[in-house]
Nanobody, 117 residues
């Protein structure tokens, strides 16, 4: 079964850190670009970060540059999002997505991140 499963979300205080994981199964994870998106209540889903298939190229939203790091371990079929210096405005449901080009997009179910004191 082709799927992505996120984990690692939770409640953290401002200034804290979390690491999200995205476990892939049912396809060759290392062949495709992976991205993290987030959606806050009442807002549209937005792109947070993207990493190319072999990890050589990354891209970040301006709002997270210098605080978040996207990475992947293709041998483990897993992608990551390290989030440091978290702010209340980072509160959202975080989703990973893989673009399999002509085979279509795969989305995970999402993991909640809440930044609050």
């Amino acid at each position: 079964q082709v799927q992505l499963v996120e984990s690692g979300g939770g409640l953290v205080q401002p200034g804290g850190s979390l690491r999200l994981s995205c476990a892939a199964s049912g396809f060759t994870f290392g062949d495709y670009t992976m991205s993290w998106y987030r959606q806050a209540p009442g807002k549209e889903r937005e792109l947070v970060a993207t990493i190319a298939s072999f990890g050589s190229l990354t891209n970040y939203a301006d709002s997270v540059k210098g605080r978040f790091t996207i990475s992947r371990d293709n041998a483990k079929n897993t992608g990551y999002l390290q989030m440091n210096s978290l702010k209340p405005e980072d509160t959202a449901v975080y989703y990973c997505r893989v673009n399999r080009r002509y085979l279509g997009l795969i989305w995970g179910q999402g993991t909640q991140v809440t930044v609050s004191s």
